[in-house]
């Protein structure tokens, strides 16, 4: 096996032979997140040989990984002093990279309170276009001058560069933790609760709202997930119990274990929701912001970060109206799984909102400066 420079290296060569070749290269660690993109193409380039933790001041509460570097390790390297990934990211697969992490930027449950993967990334190390092994960032909070490349990279899915090593902030486990099922609210019920509380010094963490038609008589329910200190989430427990029962909820506090599968079935998405209804649906998700009103859809929905995220399934036919419909209020939408049926066919549609005009002169500016022959142009953001 190769020693770490020497897969540092390899990674380099690979990216200078293509950029003299005139070839495009899709990054690519364990392939978990290959469902998303307008397109794959370009000839694979594997991650994962370049693994391992660099570095890890728990007293610092910061770790620095290199791009290969399987999740899951990094994650049990956290828990065994009591820390973690505050963002709670998504694996979507057993293989999930620390590379394909940041490339990827989602979030999971925590993220309308605790912050997106951006916001935790202190620095980077990345190979641009041209072969260049660059450094942008450091070890600490205030460390930047000039642009923010480190956090740039964040959500780029490997279209601006070739992402090795990565500095993250890290957080201590909250010390309690408390998940309430709140049954017989309403969408628009519960999200109004929720502004209203985001408006008060609670520990709240996460929520989820779904609509449960399994059952006989189908009925709606809120999740809500506290994190904080001891007498803070106790104290939280009975204020927002009896809100909730003030509306007419059912309210029953869930056992911790239990709890702590669903809320991580919910953020990798194996809830019985995100099971396609049908062959020819895909899965839609609509940022927008948190005091966005229900909006009017004929489909079930799924609502995470306290209504700024906002899942459902739909036609890849139903974009146009679907982008209207979230620009309305000021978000977008994305179609984040084509259907199983035809998934090349709904990609037509695009994955993501086009960019405007000036919002497409800054992203082709920036693949300029960081990749000037394209070897990085998959089209995977937005098609070429």
């Not at 290296?9 to 690519?28: H, K, N, P, S, Y």
């Not at 065994?80 to 694996?91: D, I, R, T, V, Y």
């Not at 940041?102 to 980077?124: E, F, K, Q």
């Not at 990565?166 to 929720?194: D, F, I, R, Y």
Request: aromatic share 6%.
């Amino acid at each position: 096996m190769l020693g770490m420079d020497a897969e540092l290296t390899a990674l380099i060569d690979a990216v200078r032979a293509a950029a003299a070749l005139g070839r495009t290269v899709r990054l690519r660690g364990s392939g978990s997140k290959d469902f998303w993109g307008q397109s794959l193409t370009g000839d694979v380039l594997d991650t994962r040989s370049y693994r391992g933790i660099v570095s890890y001041e728990p007293s610092e509460l910061v770790v620095t990984a290199r791009c290969g570097t399987p999740l899951a390790e990094l994650e049990a390297a956290l828990a065994e002093k009591g820390q973690c990934l505050a963002f709670e990211p998504p694996h979507f697969g057993s293989g999930a990279t620390v590379g394909g992490m940041v490339a990827a930027g989602l979030s999971g449950p925590a993220r309308a309170t605790a912050g997106a993967v951006r916001d935790y990334v202190l620095g980077a190390r990345f190979i641009n276009g041209l072969g260049e092994h660059l450094t942008f960032g450091g070890q600490v909070m205030k460390n930047v001058a000039g642009y923010d490349v480190s956090r740039l990279l964040a959500g780029s899915w490997g279209t601006l560069g070739l992402i090795t090593e990565v500095s993250l902030k890290v957080l201590p486990v909250a010390p309690a933790e408390a998940t309430l099922m709140c049954a017989g609210l309403s969408q628009k019920t519960a999200l109004n609760l929720l502004h209203r509380w985001g408006g008060q010094p609670l520990p709240l963490n996460a929520s989820a709202w779904v609509r449960d038609t399994t059952a006989q008589s189908e009925a709606d329910y809120l999740f809500l997930r506290l994190r904080g200190a001891v007498a803070a989430v106790q104290s939280a427990l009975g204020k927002m119990s009896a809100d909730a029962v003030a509306l007419g909820a059912q309210v029953q506090q869930m056992d911790n274990a239990e709890a702590a599968q669903d809320w991580r079935a919910s953020g990798e998405q194996c809830l019985q929701f995100f099971d396609a209804p049908s062959t020819d649906l895909c899965l839609w998700r609509l940022s927008l912001p948190q005091t966005a009103p229900v909006l009017d859809l004929p489909c079930a929905q799924y609502v995470e970060w306290q209504g700024a995220q906002r899942w459902l399934w739909a036609p890849a036919s139903a974009a146009v109206a679907l982008r209207e419909l979230a620009q309305s209020v000021g978000g977008h939408a994305s179609l984040f799984r084509a259907s199983s049926a035809h998934a090349d066919v709904d990609k037509a549609a695009g994955v993501n909102t086009p960019l405007d005009l000036v919002q497409q002169r800054i992203q082709q500016q920036l693949q300029k400066q960081f990749d000037p022959k394209g070897v990085f142009a998959t089209g995977r953001l937005h098609p070429i």
